[in-house]
């Protein structure tokens, strides 16, 4: 079925428990201020309706307000993004990936200090991250349909409909693959990032299947488990809307779904990201990227063409060469 083992990502959470409880600060954090900028917001303009002469505008300006709050904390969020990725992602992958390679790393509060260090070692900058980042999610995007998508799964003629479904779900499937390169980047302490990513993709691509295939079972099990979850955070976000106006009530459902992405990240997220590492790892150990695979990835995506491009500055040339480390 799938090629990682679950004990062994639910033991890495177990031993990266600092970085654990942090994802919960930050996400659960976020999630507070999601609710007191709602309530805050809905409770001033239904303050403010008291003063229109329409009989609904007291719930009207709430639920305008209420919009306005849960608007102003998305922004802020979309603002901190970077310090996020920066901080709190790529820090608890550093831990995860020594981890993986039975590397010892400190304990308690120690673990995230250890593990800033190593990201500010690779990445002085938290808009250099950034930027890598979302280069490798644009290319990332190119893969599916480079290995065909379900065709190479199931090539059944006349099930167009079901196969671009189920191409949809592979698509969906792809959203860590741009923290299993982070992990690869710092696994081979690299001093080149943005050549060392090129490469990473290259060989996540070559053996795109595999990959596709765990990432798929992973998806399953994360939408089951986030469903769940969902559906009881329902309770304690009508509980919270309980205070509010009445017509408000729809808000449980948006609080619902904002408990349950911080749940997802602080937990979920991390379980996914250990158990690809261990497939992507173990898969590429060995390989070497295939000159094939980047010129048609340099066809099919403008963002592995610029990444590319910035790997070459950076690096200093266009053949194809071992990833620059530090111990090597």
């Known amino acids: 079925m799938w090629d990682f083992s679950i004990g062994r990502s639910v033991s890495i959470m177990i031993r990266t428990w600092p970085f654990i409880v942090f994802r919960m ?35 009207s300006f709430a639920l305008w307000g209420g919009v306005v709050g849960f608007g102003v904390v998305s922004i802020a969020v979309y603002w901190i993004r970077e310090y996020i990725l920066y901080i709190v992602k790529a820090g608890h992958i550093a831990v995860m990936v020594h981890l993986i390679d039975g590397q010892d790393v400190p304990g308690g509060q120690d673990q995230i200090s250890y593990a800033r260090a190593v990201v500010t070692e690779r990445f002085a900058e938290a808009n250099v991250l950034f930027v890598l980042d979302q280069l490798v999610k644009g290319a990332i995007r190119a893969i599916t349909g480079l290995i065909g998508g379900i065709a190479a799964f199931l090539p059944i003629p006349g099930l ?18 741009d923290e299993i390169i982070l992990g690869y980047n710092i696994r081979i302490n690299s001093t080149s990032p943005f050549e060392t990513a090129r490469q990473g993709i290259v060989l996540y691509a070559q053996n795109g299947k595999t990959m596709v295939k765990n990432a798929i079972w992973l998806s399953v099990i994360m939408w089951g488990v986030s469903f769940v979850i969902f559906l009881l955070m329902l309770a304690p976000a009508g509980a919270i809307l309980w205070f509010m106006p009445g017509q408000l009530a729809g808000w449980a459902f948006v609080l619902a779904i904002v408990f349950a992405w911080a749940f997802k990240a602080a937990f979920i997220e991390p379980f996914a990201i250990a158990s690809l590492m261990q497939v992507y790892f173990s898969t590429i150990e060995g390989q070497v990227p295939n000159p094939e695979w980047d010129r048609r990835l340099s066809e099919a995506s403008s963002k592995f063409r610029e990444l590319k491009d910035k790997a070459l500055a950076s690096f200093g040339g266009s053949r194809w060469t071992q990833p620059a480390t530090n111990n090597q």
């Open 25 to 59: 600060i930050v996400y659960f954090g976020i999630t507070l201020a999601y609710i007191m900028a709602t309530g805050t917001g809905a409770s001033v303009g239904y303050g403010v309706g008291h003063i229109s002469t329409d009989p609904d505008g007291p719930l």
């Open 160 to 177: 167009s409909g079901l196969v671009s479904f189920i191409n949809t779900v592979i698509r969906m499937s792809l959203t860590y693959v």
